[in-house]
């Protein structure tokens, strides 16, 4: 609705200026994230860090002046009722919705909030299919996707290993773990193409119980072995391999293991590839020394007596991207409080920052996101593993160009690739 305070005789005199949107009290973000079940894990942090962030903003007088109320819908409590609670916020004048975590949350809520016309901020999903399928006005993704992040993956662990032949798959049986080990093992085949594939094997969602996978990567012997698995999936899978000694004679690489090394404690040995999904570290070699980085790194540690994880990086770029578009739309008005589809257009090239580097989104709206990996190890300095030898990639030479199929892509490359992307180096 727009608010008409010029006069009749402002209109004639000025029949062509710009009348400005009406100013709201506050302004209101819906956010999906995991509250309950398993992917609690992630959604959880991300929530404590967006309360945190908000805080902060709200302090410093919000987004142009408006403070920012959030509400949060429980992706844990499936999808139907995510969808209509979803529905319920935007027809109750959300002016801007976040979701989700899941890969299918984000292809069922992406046609929605283009049907309702809202603008959504995909700020954690991983699934590359979104905008390869579909053109959308109103979605953006404010990270990069399952691609750049098995991509770097399998870089990294050609420049750290680059003489093994065997590598094994143990990923969780649905969508992700299948869909990763097709883009890691198109890349792979095109990038190292004398590797073998000596076992792939898919456990059911939430199994209790990987002996026989276990035993079966014991008798094979693998150089390597994948798991792109996350959560409480990993977590058992890992502690069990170690119990019984295989993470002694095969290198795991675990691109979403950042978010368990915590949990993990001791049980993770050093010498093990770990993926950030995203350049998401909460001892980050470039921000640690940020003195806004270590302000929130306090206070997330305080509030949540956690360290931050990948989740928390998403969130805040998701957060830093909202109020980045609202800036630039408000400053596209002179200053006056834009309509809801100048702040759209304003995502058009957007650069933001959140706790890690800087993201853009392209013309495509999906986010362009530098990768992080490193190699685990156990110094003594926190009760659980960290990392070594870390690399972050150039997230543009990563990502699937526009108009292009992650997978038809990725197997074209060839091993001249490997020392195209420019890559940073830290020992530590």
């Given at each position: 609705?727009?608010k008409?305070?010029?006069t009749?005789a402002?209109?004639?005199a000025?029949?062509?200026?710009?009348?400005?949107?009406?100013?709201?009290?506050?302004?209101?973000?819906?956010?999906?994230?995991?509250?309950?079940?398993?992917?609690?894990v992630?959604?959880?942090?991300?929530?404590?860090?967006?309360?945190?962030?908000v805080?902060?903003?709200?302090?410093?007088?919000?987004?142009g002046?408006?403070?920012?109320?959030?509400?949060?819908?429980?992706?844990?409590?499936?999808?139907?009722?995510?969808?209509?609670?979803?529905?319920?916020q935007?027809?109750?004048?959300a002016?801007?919705m976040?979701g989700?975590?899941?890969s299918?949350n984000?292809?069922?809520?992406?046609?929605?909030a283009?049907?309702?016309?809202?603008?959504?901020?995909?700020?954690?999903?991983?699934?590359?299919?979104?905008?390869e399928q579909?053109?959308?006005?109103?979605?953006?993704?404010?990270?990069?996707?399952?691609?750049?992040?098995?991509?770097?993956t399998?870089?990294?662990?050609?420049?750290?290993k680059?003489?093994?032949?065997?590598?094994a798959v143990?990923?969780?049986?649905?969508?992700?773990?299948?869909d990763?080990w097709?883009?890691?093992?198109?890349?792979?085949?095109?990038?190292k193409?004398?590797?073998?594939?000596v076992g792939?094997?898919?456990?059911?969602?939430?199994?209790?119980?990987f002996?026989?996978?276990?035993?079966?990567?014991?008798?094979?012997?693998?150089?390597?072995?994948?798991?792109?698995?996350?959560?409480?999936?990993?977590d058992?899978?890992?502690?069990?391999?170690a119990?019984r000694?295989?993470?002694?004679?095969?290198?795991?690489?675990?691109?979403?293991?950042?978010?368990?090394?915590?949990r993990?404690g001791?049980?993770?040995?050093?010498?093990?590839?770990i993926?950030?999904?995203?350049?998401?570290?909460?001892?980050?070699?470039?921000?640690?020394?940020?003195?806004?980085?270590?302000?929130?790194m306090?206070?997330?540690?305080?509030?949540?007596?956690?360290?931050?994880?990948?989740p928390?990086?998403?969130?805040s770029?998701?957060?830093?991207?909202?109020?980045?578009?609202y800036?630039?739309?408000?400053?596209?008005?002179g200053?006056?409080?834009?309509?809801?589809?100048?702040?759209?257009?304003?995502?058009?090239?957007?650069t933001?920052?959140g706790?890690?580097r800087?993201?853009?989104?392209r013309?495509?709206?999906?986010?362009?996101?530098?990768?992080?990996?490193?190699?685990?190890?156990?110094?003594?300095d926190?009760?659980?593993?960290?990392?070594e030898?870390?690399?972050?990639?150039d997230?543009?030479?990563?990502?699937?160009?526009?108009?292009?199929e992650?997978?038809a892509?990725?197997?074209q490359?060839t091993?001249?690739?490997v020392?195209?992307v420019?890559?940073?180096?830290y020992?530590?």
């Amino acid at each position: 609705m727009r608010k008409f305070l010029l006069t009749t005789a402002a209109i004639l005199a000025a029949p062509f200026a710009a009348l400005a949107a009406e100013k709201p009290a506050e302004l209101r973000v819906g956010i999906t994230t995991f509250l309950t079940g398993p992917a609690s894990v992630f959604g959880v942090p991300a929530r404590d860090a967006a309360e945190i962030i908000v805080e902060k903003l709200n302090a410093e007088g919000g987004i142009g002046g408006v403070p920012v109320r959030l509400s949060f819908i429980d992706e844990g409590a499936g999808a139907e009722a995510l969808t209509t609670e979803f529905r319920r916020q935007v027809e109750a004048g959300a002016h801007a919705m976040m979701g989700a975590i899941s890969s299918g949350n984000c292809q069922t809520l992406a046609p929605l909030a283009e049907d309702l016309k809202v603008l959504n901020l995909m700020w954690d999903c991983g699934t590359q299919q979104i905008f390869e399928q579909n053109d959308y006005k109103y979605v953006f993704r404010t990270q990069a996707n399952a691609t750049p992040e098995m991509l770097a993956t399998v870089l990294y662990l050609l420049k750290v290993k680059p003489d093994f032949k065997t590598i094994a798959v143990v990923n969780q049986d649905y969508a992700w773990g299948r869909d990763s080990w097709q883009i890691f093992s198109a890349a792979l085949k095109a990038l190292k193409p004398d590797v073998q594939v000596v076992g792939e094997f898919f456990p059911k969602f939430g199994a209790a119980d990987f002996s026989t996978e276990i035993s079966r990567l014991q008798a094979m012997q693998p150089d390597v072995i994948l798991s792109t698995s996350w959560g409480g999936d990993l977590d058992t899978f890992i502690q069990q391999a170690a119990q019984r000694g295989l993470m002694n004679s095969s290198t795991f690489v675990i691109p979403l293991a950042e978010s368990s090394l915590e949990r993990l404690g001791s049980t993770l040995p050093a010498g093990h590839i770990i993926g950030a999904r995203g350049d998401h570290y909460f001892l980050h070699p470039e921000r640690r020394d940020d003195a806004d980085f270590q302000a929130f790194m306090t206070a997330f540690r305080e509030k949540t007596g956690a360290h931050a994880i990948y989740p928390v990086f998403h969130m805040s770029q998701a957060l830093a991207a909202l109020k980045a578009a609202y800036d630039k739309a408000i400053a596209a008005k002179g200053g006056e409080w834009p309509e809801k589809d100048d702040v759209v257009a304003a995502f058009e090239g957007l650069t933001f920052q959140g706790l890690g580097r800087e993201v853009t989104i392209r013309e495509d709206n999906q986010g362009i996101e530098a990768q992080l990996l490193g190699m685990s190890v156990q110094t003594g300095d926190y009760p659980f593993a960290t990392l070594e030898n870390i690399m972050i990639f150039d997230g543009a030479a990563l990502t699937t160009p526009v108009g292009q199929e992650s997978v038809a892509w990725v197997s074209q490359l060839t091993p001249e690739y490997v020392e195209s992307v420019k890559i940073d180096a830290y020992e530590k």
